[in-house]
């Protein structure tokens, strides 16, 4: 979507939303025919209201929740991967993946 159709879903201004860009809060892609915006800078967008307006907290704050999104989103990436990759490992070896945390689990809970 559009910068205009963006801003008129989050019913914000421009100078928010160039803020938002500004700090790196949202980051749209861009094309020839100027910014594109995705769904999941809707969500991104409305996190930042609810953060800013319904809980009241402040600039710093946001950039420290985002930053913490964003580690997530990664982390939660590199396992999706690192559980492709031992999908293809040969059963035995998933067994011995499996063991092994099952091992470390354990005595984390001693």
Known sequence: MDEREFRLHLEIETT?????????????E????GRSFREADIARGQLILDLHNAMGVNEPGVDVVMDLVDQLHSLRATLRDLTDAVRQQPSHVQELILSELNRVDFQKRR
């Open 16 to 28: 928010v939303l160039e803020v938002w860009i500004s700090e790196g809060w949202l980051v749209p």
């Open 30 to 33: 861009e094309t020839a025919q």
